[in-house]
């Protein structure tokens, strides 16, 4: 079991404890005893120290005075390989099963920290484009406030790379305690958060080059959070589009007036020219584009 974590540490962070010990022909009392004799409470403790120590590029870089544009590409091709693997890997029947616990949730509970709570708040901020109440706080004591205060009607997400954000998950678990409905978001399917959610979505980054808050890591939970935002919207779209499009039209008059302090009023972005104001018809697309916040939103 050590000589399979030696030669291929990526796969035995990917794969759960069951599947490892199947690859190894033991039990998974085994692998658990293994995790123990070299120092960790169990194995969800010794991959989350494995997934800190393999592929990172934090040594490499610390013996270098200058940074070699060889790291910049490795981090491009290694963020693009996890996204890649998300894409793949990510169970589109559970993406609907969430979306539909959405569109039904009286109040929506985001929990997340450092990087995990930033793409927390660009959830809760699309789901509020959809007229869904959502909330999320960086504070962990108002958190647990707001988990304390859910009930069956309510869905708690939690946002957790690792799994094992201790704050996290105490806070979702309190969350289903209270009655609410569970989710996690994570890249690892035997961590400590699957065990108080009732729906867990997953990215499958198996490339990690910065220990904390990797870019790979960070851009394969934006592009589950957007999948889940355009199945949300399918979903409903009569519903949605209602809300989506005064929320749309409230950033358009935010970035006119802004036009208007620098004399811009009228004029195309792009060419300079003047331009008519179409309203409605202006409205911009689904998921971006300059008029859809920028700096704003």
């Known amino acids: 079991m050590a000589e399979f ?6 796969a035995a962070l990917s794969l759960s404890v069951q599947d490892i010990a199947a690859r190894c022909r ?3 009392s085994t692998i658990v005893r293994l995790a123990q004799d070299i120092g960790f409470e169990g194995v969800k403790e010794m991959k989350l120290a494995l997934a800190l120590e393999i592929g990172t590029l934090i040594p490499s870089i610390a013996a270098h005075k200058e940074l070699p544009s060889a790291y ?5 091709e290694n963020t693009r390989f996890g996204l890649d693997e998300t894409a793949a ?3 589109m029947e559970k993406v609907r099963h969430v979306a539909g616990l959405l569109a039904k949730a009286r109040h929506v509970d985001v929990y997340g920290a450092s990087t995990s709570y930033i793409v927390g708040m660009d959830l809760v901020e699309k789901l509020k484009r959809l007229g869904i109440y959502a909330a999320t706080y960086e504070n962990n004591y108002m958190q647990a406030i707001s988990s304390a205060g859910l009930g069956e009607a309510d869905v708690a997400l939690a946002i957790t790379y690792s799994g094992e954000t201790r704050s996290v998950v105490e806070n979702l678990a309190m969350a289903r305690d209270q009655g609410a409905t569970t989710v996690a978001l994570t890249n690892f399917q035997d961590s400590s958060v699957v065990e108080v959610a009732d729906v867990v979505l997953s990215t499958a980054v198996t490339r990690h080059l910065i220990p904390d808050g990797s870019l790979g890591g960070r851009i394969a939970q934006l592009y589950v959070v957007d999948v889940l935002f355009l199945e949300l919207f399918a979903s409903d779209p009569e519903r949605f589009r209602a809300a989506f499009q005064r929320y749309n039209q409230i950033l358009l008059q935010k970035v006119r007036k802004s036009r208007d302090r620098l004399g811009l009023a009228g004029k195309d972005p792009a060419r300079g020219a003047e331009t008519p104001v179409k309203g409605d018809s202006q409205i911009p697309h689904l998921m971006g584009g300059e008029d859809m916040g920028g700096d704003e939103g």
Do not use: M
């Open 89 to 91: 890997a990510l169970d």
């Open 72 to 76: 910049a590409s490795e981090l491009l």
């Open 5 to 10: 974590i030696l030669d291929d540490p990526s």
């Open 26 to 28: 033991t039990s998974t």
